[in-house]
């Protein structure tokens, strides 16, 4: 398949993906994580051999791209729910959870791996770390999916949005601090600062934006000060050996805050998540080489369980902790399992700075947890929701997987 | 593309003055060598953005801000962009083009194309017939400035001379057209330069490839005449009529029945089957140019069409023009300015005594008699494209050819704009209403 063919693919499937959701409302096409796209791409590359893992390289300018949109999309709408601010007690419990799953996870694998695979302290580290930060995150696609889909109201509901909404930080800047202290020969930036550069920059970038932006929301001029920001802020992270993701989250948050037209801008933004999610999830699907380390699959099992768990533990501490959780089931937890889109993009770019062991076993937990969080998260969500009584007129549309 | 410099205040040029500053050293400091792609197309984007509205004051056009951006920001002046970033750009070229040919397409209707007809065949005929022999005769007799022409036998150096003139006739779509984005200009000269360049285009292609066929034989003695070079471009510019009208209808009934993410539809179109149409030998410029035409004139999409197309343009355009500023040679350009000066300062009087000439004779609008010259100044792509098929035909001296070329096409693109800017405005045809403001519709912003 030539470069052109790859370049129709892509396009084609952005063309699709901007049908399956307009604007911010979420249709009910697909599945809430969008895991088919990656479940495609991998039957497209890895087992038919169609997309090839070379010929996708070419298109790396493009991942990044990607890969850094996607976190300004988050940046941009970060600490709201439905454009409403969510509340302060909702953000913390978003971050602890976040946080609990995280350090659970590196903790496990720390001591597991081990007994897969002999790597010194420091690769050790990144590699538990990686595969941890990939697996912390529960998307909120899959929240609103449930929450739009079965007309849910309630206090749980609205502070599983909010908790989903706020806790993307965490791994975002974990994968700042993982990237930092790994700095390649040619990295030109000690390690100890890379993370704080990549931020700064970010935060500057966002600065300058939201200036430019104005007084009068111009659209034209408008996209093309966002989108050369962003392609600039993109360039100089990828040049810093840091992940665009970081800065690119940084420099949607600062806009966010600082910039008068922040609901134009979500309102003119949003309709390109889906645009550039879905070829990015088939790129990710069809980069996954779960062959070419036989400890790649079981660390991507032993993430995918450990995230069960550790999901599992959160739901147990917020039952006990917080009030809108206290009627909820003790297995409640399992309703955080869902991944998605940070997830997979996490591992991307995981797999684009540590080419094998570890790029691959970062890639290949996050395809893991967004293909079982699909099969669990949103029947286990709309399950706790329906036993809190949150639930409203629900549809006749069939779960995803054939669930009803 | 804003037209709109007239609402800003002092402060908003002040805030993007310091913000340019700021960008230059951030990128300065972050980017080692520019050879970042991603990084090197946001800086383009940005700097050539802010240095547009700056420029608003001075009456300049964008186009000139960002052709001055991107040679400032090129590999021979700050290095902020580099040698390599600046050849994987050129995947921007493809869209831009696209989009020029399409809008160009969708910007002719018939009703303006069936009032201008006569006026642009004439020039069309009198700029092939006059201008290009005169153009011709400029390049003979300056041989001895031109160090590979001393080497030619006074025949070669005839059909080379030829071949010159045969370039130095076409024009620049993509100018004429950025141009008429940002001034919003509407009028008897807008209409009239529209369309004569447009039409041009395909009138030089036609042109240039019989003058190369001819000069052959003139070049190499061991060439004989071969007319199969022609009936090859016949096949070429009917089957490109032919797709164009295809693909034309195909965009329209598109729009009737989906009429949604049509920014992806351009993108498509730009990138895969603009390279598609290429590897199969059509006239790129010309089916897409076709296409437009048809969308515009034989269904009602044509204003939709039109805006969707100005709105992705509005970002490739910037891309398109900082990238060939960039691109600009100018060691080559400090080496070869005494012969590129005079053959570019000939073009542009014998251009501007046909366009008097023509005028004249087909009694055109008092407007287009007076300031029609101003649009025939620009050179960009077209003529570069021209130049590269010359290099290679000809091995031997195709090298210092192009360099000549690609000399000669810098001080055009550079003086062209302002030339046609200044034209437009003292026609009085330039808008001055300011850019919508409000948010993008559902489904259009992708």
Not at chain 1, 194 to 211: D, H, P, R, Y
Request: hydrophobic fraction near 55%.
């Amino acid at each position: 398949m030539t470069s052109l063919g790859y370049l129709l693919g892509l396009l084609l499937l952005a063309y699709l993906g901007t049908f399956l959701v307009g604007n911010r409302a979420i249709r009910g096409f697909g599945l809430s994580s969008s895991v088919e796209y990656v479940v495609l791409g991998f039957l497209l590359g890895p087992v038919l051999g169609i997309l090839q893992r070379d010929a996708l390289s070419t298109f790396d300018p493009l991942t990044h791209l990607a890969i850094g949109w996607l976190a300004l999309l988050v940046g941009l709408d970060y600490g709201h729910n439905n454009n409403i601010r969510v509340r302060l007690r909702s953000g913390l419990a978003g971050t602890l959870v976040a946080l609990l799953t995280l350090g659970l996870l590196v903790l496990v694998l720390w001591w597991l791996l081990p007994l897969q695979v002999k790597l010194d302290p420091a690769q050790r580290l990144t590699l538990a770390a990686g595969v941890a930060i990939a697996c912390t995150e529960t998307t909120h696609h899959a929240v609103r999916w449930v929450v739009e889909r079965y007309k849910a109201q309630g206090p749980l509901a609205r502070l599983l949005g909010e908790m989903t909404d706020v806790e993307d930080l965490v791994p975002i800047v974990a994968c700042a601090l993982v990237f930092a202290l790994n700095p390649t020969q040619d990295a030109p930036l000690p390690a100890g600062t890379a993370a704080l550069v990549s931020l700064g920059l970010g935060v500057g970038i966002g600065l300058l934006t939201a200036a430019l932006l104005g007084r009068e929301f111009r659209l034209d001029e408008s996209w093309r000060l966002l989108l050369g920001a962003s392609l600039l802020a993109i360039g100089l992270s990828v040049q810093t050996r840091m992940p665009p993701l970081t800065a690119l989250f940084a420099m949607g948050v600062t806009i966010s805050i600082s910039s008068q037209h922040r609901s134009e801008i979500v309102q003119m933004t949003a309709p390109s998540e889906r645009a550039v999610l879905l070829p990015a999830l088939l790129v990710a699907g069809a980069r996954l080489d779960l062959s070419s380390n036989s400890a790649v699959p079981v660390i991507a099992l032993v993430a995918v369980l450990g995230r069960l768990v550790a999901k599992l533990l959160c739901g147990l501490a917020m039952k006990g902790l917080v009030p809108e959780a206290r009627s909820a089931r003790p297995w409640m937890g399992l309703s955080l399992v869902s991944a998605g889109g940070l997830a997979m993009s996490i591992g991307l770019a995981f797999h684009l700075r540590f080419p094998g062991l570890i790029g691959d076993a970062v890639l290949a937990s996050a395809a893991g947890a967004s293909l079982l969080g699909e099969f669990i998260g949103p029947p286990a969500l709309r399950s706790t929701l329906a036993h809190c009584g949150e639930l409203g007129n629900a549809t006749e549309t069939p779960l995803p997987g054939g669930r009803s | 593309m804003s037209a709109s410099g007239g609402h800003r205040s002092q402060l908003s040029y002040g805030v993007m003055a310091a913000a340019l500053a700021l960008l230059l050293v951030l990128t300065k400091v972050f980017s080692s060598g520019g050879d970042n792609l991603l990084g090197a197309l946001g800086f383009l984007l940005l700097a050539g953005t802010l240095a547009g509205e700056l420029f608003e004051p001075l009456k300049l056009p964008h186009l000139t801000a960002y052709l001055i951006t991107g040679l400032i920001a090129g590999p021979h002046l700050l290095g902020l962009v580099g040698h390599h970033a600046v050849e994987e750009m050129t995947f921007v070229n493809s869209l831009a083009l696209a989009l020029i040919a399409l809008a160009g397409g969708a910007e002719l209707k018939i009703e303006v194309l069936r009032q201008e007809l006569r006026s642009i065949s004439v020039a069309n005929a009198l700029h092939i017939v006059l201008g290009a022999p005169l153009i011709a005769l400029v390049f003979y007799l300056a041989r001895p400035m031109i160090p590979f022409a001393q080497q030619l036998t006074p025949m070669a150096l005839l059909g080379v001379a030829l071949l010159w003139g045969a370039t130095a006739v076409s024009r620049s779509p993509a100018a004429t057209l950025a141009l008429l984005s940002q001034t919003r200009a509407k009028g008897p000269l807008a209409n009239n330069a529209l369309a004569f360049i447009m039409l041009s285009d395909a009138a030089v292609a036609v042109f240039f490839s019989v003058v190369l066929v001819l000069a052959r034989p003139m070049i190499d003695p061991s060439v004989e005449l071969s007319l199969k070079e022609l009936g090859e471009l016949g096949h070429e510019l009917l089957g490109s009529v032919a797709v164009g009208t295809t693909m034309g209808l195909l965009l329209a009934g598109y729009m009737r029945l989906v009429g949604a993410q049509m920014q992806l539809v351009l993108l498509v179109l730009g990138f895969v089957i603009w390279e598609t149409l290429r590897y199969l030998h059509f006239d790129t410029l010309l089916t897409f140019l076709v296409a437009g035409f048809v969308v515009q004139n034989l269904s009602n999409q044509g204003p939709a069409f039109l805006h969707a197309v100005e709105r992705l343009s509005s970002v490739v355009f910037v891309l398109f023009f900082t990238s060939a500023g960039a691109h600009l040679d100018l060691p080559l350009l400090g080496k070869m300015w005494p012969v590129a000066l005079l053959l570019a300062g000939s073009r542009a009087v014998i251009a501007t005594g046909i366009s008097k000439l023509s005028s004249r004779l087909v009694n055109d609008h008092p407007m287009v008699a007076r300031w029609g010259w101003t649009s025939l100044v620009s050179q960009a792509g077209l003529t570069l494209g021209l130049v590269i098929i010359l290099e290679r035909a000809f091995p031997a001296f195709g090298g210092d050819l192009r360099s000549l070329g690609v000399a000669t096409v810098a001080i055009n693109e550079m003086v062209g704009p302002l030339l046609f800017k200044m034209g437009l405005d003292r026609a009085g045809e330039t808008s001055h209403e300011p850019e919508p403001t409000r948010p993008a519709p559902e489904g259009e912003a992708s």
